[in-house]
């Protein structure tokens, strides 16, 4: 069935640091990937999101691209602020899981001043 | 985008106890899911809640420990049976505004803490 796998956490950064998040995915069909981010005591939001090869998501200065031939959706964002520290969830969603999201494990995100 | 209540907030129950959360959107919404975040994890579908069909349960999630109910298509409940520590979890509903789609995000209420003791 489909999955998701993201990098361990937590990861720990600086603020201004480059930030990178690993997401790769298996999926018999062709899902459309989700980035969704929880902040401390907050519920769940949609971060970003693509649906197809090659598109990129984007929002807040995140970004992710959808690659095919890597089954990846990696999360970049060039300059993180101590505002940034939350758990990121990736997701797809497919018609084989009645369009519910398969969630990855998640990352915590620390940044520090 | 759908704006999503859930009630109660929080609470903390007896085991043997039954509990049952509202969820209530904002707008019509053909789309439902339930959802539990156990400590520290992941969101683990329990399951999909369509107005006018039975709920399609995950495997590991049964209608006799998770009732489910979804009279209008604005609101569900989702009954948490029999309750046992292990059930200690945040319980959410999300809802697909857009339905049928893979690409249509899907938006979040803010859970339902649960502690049973």
């Known amino acids: 069935g489909d999955s998701v796998t993201q990098m361990e956490g937590p990861v720990t950064l600086s603020e201004e640091a480059f930030l990178t998040i690993n997401c790769t995915y298996t999926?018999?069909?062709?899902?459309?990937l989700f980035w969704y981010v929880q902040y401390p005591g907050e519920g769940l939001q949609l971060l970003l999101k693509?649906?197809?090869?090659?598109d990129k998501g984007s929002n807040k200065g995140f970004e992710a691209t959808y690659r095919k031939e890597t089954t990846s959706f990696h999360l970049e964002k060039g300059s993180v602020q101590v505002s940034d520290s939350a758990v990121y969830f990736c997701a797809l969603s497919d018609s084989n899981s009645g369009y519910a999201l398969n969630f990855g494990k998640g990352t915590s995100l620390l940044v520090t001043p | 985008s759908a704006v999503i209540s859930q009630k109660p907030s929080r609470d903390i129950c007896q085991r043997g106890t039954s509990l049952t959360i509202q969820c209530q959107v904002d707008s019509q919404v053909t789309m439902m899911f339930w959802y539990r975040q156990q400590p520290g994890q992941s969101l683990t579908l329990i399951a999909t809640a369509n107005q006018g069909s039975e709920a399609t349960y995950e495997s590991g999630f049964v209608i006799d420990k998770f009732p489910i109910s979804r009279p209008n298509l604005t609101f569900s409940t989702l009954t948490v049976s029999n309750m046992s520590p292990e059930d200690s979890s945040i319980y959410l509903c999300s809802v697909q505004p857009i339905s049928g789609t893979s690409g249509a995000p899907q938006y979040f209420g803010p859970g339902t803490r649960l502690l049973v003791l």
């Open positions: 999926a018999t069909g062709y899902p459309s």
């Open positions: 693509a649906t197809k090869a090659d």
